[in-house]
């Protein structure tokens, strides 16, 4: 099962979060081949992060939430909240296998918040520029609470109209990077 999972900086935290890079790494390191995407998101200066997101496939929920909350950063404070969700992976593959590679361009990550009637379950026909994209879902996969997409997009404008505006309660979106260790 897949799952996304994104922490949400707690303001004041960058200290924090930078003595604990290392940590962070190694916790991710034992779920390297378990993970879709990961990467930081920063606010629009470019360079200030405001979270962490991991899509990871995990056995369960009850994994899920041990993922989320074991996690260096969050038993450390860094974090604010965390949203947690079982996730589809639409294009069936992980963010390195986004032919795009890991640079150029702007990266982007949207969600997109919803409930009911379920919408954009097909991914875009122009699919070159999506690195990642799927439902969000129920911990048991039934319900629909809206969708989340890693994309390359020439603005954050282009990129939340990869999601149709009006079938959402709330679309947020954060600038975004691959994540991992640097080569």
Do not use: K
Not at 73 to 92: C, E, I, K, S
Not at 110 to 128: E, K
């Amino acid at each position: 099962m897949d799952f996304l999972c994104y922490h949400r900086d707690r303001p004041g935290s960058m200290a924090l979060r930078r003595d604990l890079l290392e940590e962070h790494w190694s916790y991710m390191d034992r779920y390297a081949a378990r993970m879709i995407a990961r990467g930081p998101t920063f606010a629009s200066d470019g360079d200030t992060p405001t979270g962490s997101l991991h899509i990871v496939d995990l056995p369960d929920p009850a994994a899920a939430r041990a993922f989320a909350f074991d996690e260096p950063n969050y038993q450390a404070g860094v974090y604010r909240d965390v949203l947690l969700r079982r996730w589809r992976n639409m294009l069936g593959r992980t963010m390195w296998e986004f032919p795009g590679g890991r640079t150029g361009g702007n990266r982007y990550l949207v969600l997109g918040f919803g409930s009911g009637q379920a919408a954009d379950l097909a991914s875009p026909p122009d699919r070159d520029d999506l690195i990642a994209y799927g439902p969000l879902l129920s911990d048991d996969g039934t319900s629909w609470l809206g969708t989340a997409v890693l994309l390359r997009a020439p603005d954050p404008g282009s990129a939340r109209a990869v999601l149709s505006a009006d079938r959402y309660a709330d679309i947020e979106v954060h600038t975004w990077q691959f994540g991992g260790r640097p080569s």
